[in-house]
C-alpha cells in the first residue's frame, strides 16, 4: 500500500505542478460550481477555486506527503498496523486538499474539522497516557478555533452566501463584516498555534515522526497561514496590528525557549513554532506573497530535517536526548549532512531555500514603518534560530557518542535514505525556483549598508552565541542553575502549557473531589446504598433469627398472632 501511495501522489503532484506553471503564466483563475442535489428551488453547491496559488500549494502537499509515506515504509515497519496509519495520512492529506481548493466556509469547515479529528488520531496513535494527553491537548485547543468558525458561518447566514471570495471588498468597510474577520483570525491563530495557543505544538510531537514531518512542514499548522492568505484584505485594520504583535512574540517566544530544550523533536517543534509567528507576522503587515513564498519554501526544509530526526532516533533505539547524542557525522554521515544543509536553509544559509524568503522578508521589513520593538522580535528571533540550530548540531554531530550502550549506528535504511534525498534536492533548488516563479518581476530592495548586512550580521552573532552556550566543560558554571526562575520561564513557553493544562483543570478537579467526597461518599453513600445494604443486613438476621425453629419464639408467635384475632374479633 505504501508505494501505491507513493507513485499515486508524486504523479498528482507534478500534474499539479504543471498546471500551475500554466496558470502562473497565463494568470488564470478557474472556479468550479458543482451542483450536488437540486430539490424544487433549493440548491446544494460546492465550490472550488483553481488558481496559481492553491495549485502550487497543494502540488507541494502531495510531494512531500508522497515522500514520507515512502519513507514510513521503513521507519513504521514494525508496526502491524502499517495500512491503518497509511489511510490516516491519505485522509489527512485529503482535508488538507479540501481547505485549499474551497472559496466556501462550509466546504472549509470539512476540511478543518478533517485535520482536527485525522491528527487527533495520529498524535494518540501510540497508545500511552502521554499521547492522550497530548491528543487531548491538542484537539481541545483546535476546538477553540473551530467554534470561531462556527460562529464566523452562522454570522454569514446575514449575506446569502457563504462564498468568502465574493465579500472580501465589502469586508473591510463593513463592521459586522469585521466579526467575522475577527473571528476567522481566531481560527487561524489557534490552528497555527499563535500566542496564546502555542503548547499544543511541541506536545504534538507524540505523533510518530513522519507524521510530525507531514504536520509541521505543510498541512495542519499551515492551515491557519493559508487560510489568512485568502483572508489578507481584512489584516488592514486593526487586526493586522494585534496580530503582528502575538504573531512577533511567538516568534520569539518560541526562539528562545528552543535553546533550553534538550528532546531533539521540541526543538524542531519550537522551530516550526518560530516559523509560522514569522509568516503570520509578514501577512499581518500586508505581504502575503511573501508569507505564501515563505511558507513553501519552510515546508521542504522541514519536512528534511523531520526525516533527519526520525532517523537519527530511529538507529538510536528511540532515544530523543540529544545530550546522549554525539559524533553522529561520523555514524551517520548522509543522514547528518541532509540534517545539516536542513538547518542551514532554516537558519537562511544564501543560497538554500530558506535564504530566499527570509532575507526577502527581513529585508522587506527594514523597508517597511513599522516600530522599534516589532523590529527587534523580527532580528532577534533570527538570530536565536540561528543560536538553537547551532547548538543542536553541537551537540548531536560534534565529540564523542554519550549513549555507551549502542556500540553501532549506521546510515542502513536505504528507504529512508531515498526519501530524504528527494527533499534534500528541492530543499537546495526550491527557494530559487520559487523565487523566479512566484515574482516575475526580480525584487530589488535598495537599503543603507548596515541595514543590508543586519540579517547577515545577526545569524553570524546567533551562531556563535549558540556554539559559546553548548560548549560547556566538566568546571563550567552552571548558568541554568544559577538563573533558575529564568531558565523555567522561558524553557516552558513562558508558562503557556501550565496555563493552559494545569492552570485550567484545577479547579474542575478541585470541586470534583469535593463534591466526590460530600456526595459520592459522604450523605448519598450513608442514605443510599451503604444505609440499604447495612438495614437488608439487619433485617436477614433478624428473619434468621424467627426461621431457627425455637420453641420460645414459636410459642411468642402464637401469643402475638391469637392477640390480633382476638383484637379484631371484638373491633
Known amino acids: 500500500m505504501c508505494l501505491i501511495s507513493f507513485i499515486s501522489l508524486f504523479f498528482l503532484s507534478f500534474s499539479l505542478f504543471i498546471f500551475s506553471l500554466f496558470f502562473i503564466l497565463n494568470e488564470l483563475v478557474y472556479f468550479f460550481e458543482w451542483e450536488i442535489i ?3 428551488s433549493c440548491n446544494i453547491v460546492m465550490t472550488f477555486l483553481f488558481d496559481w496559488m492553491s495549485l502550487l500549494f497543494m502540488s507541494f502537499v502531495l510531494m512531500i506527503a508522497s515522500l514520507v509515506i515512502f519513507y514510513s515504509k521503513e521507519y513504521m515497519s514494525e508496526d502491524v498496523n502499517i495500512n491503518r496509519f497509511i489511510m490516516l495520512v491519505l485522509m489527512f492529506v485529503l482535508s488538507m486538499m479540501m481547505l485549499i481548493i474551497s472559496p466556501n466556509l462550509i466546504s472549509i469547515l470539512l476540511g478543518w474539522d478533517g485535520l482536527g479529528l485525522v491528527s487527533y488520531c495520529l498524535v494518540i496513535y501510540f497508545q500511552n497516557v502521554k499521547s ?28 446569502g452566501s457563504w462564498n468568502f471570495i465574493f465579500y472580501l471588498e465589502i469586508m473591510k468597510n463593513d463592521f459586522f ?171 537562511g544559509m544564501p543560497f538554500l531555500a530558506g535564504f530566499y524568503s527570509k532575507d526577502l ?79 516575475p518581476v526580480p525584487l530589488v530592495i535598495v537599503l543603507p549598508f548596515f541595514l543590508k548586512i543586519l540579517t547577515l550580521l545577526v545569524c553570524i552573532m546567533g551562531g556563535v552565541v549558540g556554539y559559546l552556550i553548548s560548549n560547556v566543560s566538566l568546571y ?45 461518599q459522604g450523605w448519598s453513600e450513608y442514605f443510599g446504598s451503604q444505609n440499604i445494604y447495612s438495614r437488608l443486613v439487619y433485617y436477614s438476621q433478624f428473619n434468621n433469627i424467627l426461621q431457627n425453629n425455637n420453641l420460645k419464639i414459636f410459642l411468642l408467635t402464637f401469643v402475638i398472632w391469637i392477640v390480633i384475632l382476638m383484637f379484631f374479633m371484638f373491633y
Open 476 to 520: 563550567f558554571v552552571n548558568l541554568s542553575l544559577n538563573n533558575y526562575l529564568f531558565t523555567s520561564f522561558a524553557g516552558s513557553m513562558w508558562f503557556m502549557p501550565m496555563i493552559s493544562t494545569y492552570g485550567i483543570i484545577y479547579y474542575p478537579f478541585y470541586i470534583g473531589n469535593q463534591t466526590v467526597k460530600s456526595f459520592d
Open 361 to 439: 522578508i527581513l529585508e522587506t521589513v527594514s523597508f517597511s514603518s513599522i516600530n522599534y520593538f516589532s523590529f527587534f522580535l523580527y532580528f532577534f528571533s533570527t538570530g536565536l534560530t540561528v543560536c538553537y540550530s547551532f547548538r543542536l548540531v553541537y551537540y548531536s554531530m560534534t565529540g564523542d557518542l554519550n549513549c555507551g550502550s549502542l556500540n553501532y549506528l549506521s546510515d542502513e535504511g536505504w528507504v529512508m535514505m531515498r526519501a530524504m534525498t528527494g527533499l534534500l534536492i528541492m530543499s537546495i533548488i526550491g527557494g530559487s525556483m520559487l523565487n523566479w516563479l512566484i515574482f
Open 177 to 347: 463584516m469585521m466579526v467575522i474577520g475577527s473571528l476567522v483570525v481566531l481560527a487561524a491563530m489557534t490552528k497555527s498555534a499563535q500566542i496564546p495557543f502555542s503548547s499544543w505544538l511541541p506536545a504534538a510531537m507524540a505523533a510518530p515522526t513522519p507524521v510530525s514531518a507531514l504536520v509541521h512542514s505543510s498541512t495542519l499548522v499551515t492551515a491557519g497561514i493559508y487560510l489568512l492568505i485568502r483572508f489578507n484584505i481584512l489584516l488592514d485594520s486593526w487586526l493586522g496590528n494585534l496580530l503582528l504583535l502575538l504573531s512577533g512574540l511567538t516568534m520569539f517566544m518560541s526562539g528562545l525557549g528552543a535553546n533550553f530544550e534538550f528532546d531533539l523533536k521540541k526543538i524542531i517543534a519550537l522551530s516550526t513554532l518560530s516559523q509560522l509567528g514569522l509568516m503570520m507576522s509578514i501577512l499581518s503587515m500586508g505581504f502575503y506573497k511573501l508569507a505564501f513564498f515563505h511558507l513553501l519554501t519552510h515546508a521542504l526544509f522541514k519536512a528534511l530535517l523531520f526525516m533527519c530526526a526520525g532517523a537519527i532516533i530511529h538507529n538510536m533505539n528511540n532515544c530523543q536526548d540529544i545530550r546522549l547524542m554525539g559524533g553522529l557525522s561520523l555514524h551517520m554521515p548522509y543522514t547528518s549532512s541532509c540534517f545539516n544543509i536542513s538547518n542551514l536553509a532554516l537558519c
Open 132 to 159: 492522550y494527553n497530548a491528543g487531548m491537548l491538542t484537539a481541545l485547543s483546535n476546538r477553540i478555533g473551530d467554534v470561531a468558525f462556527l460562529l464566523a458561518i452562522a454570522w454569514m447566514l446575514n449575506y
Open 38 to 40: 437540486s430539490l424544487n
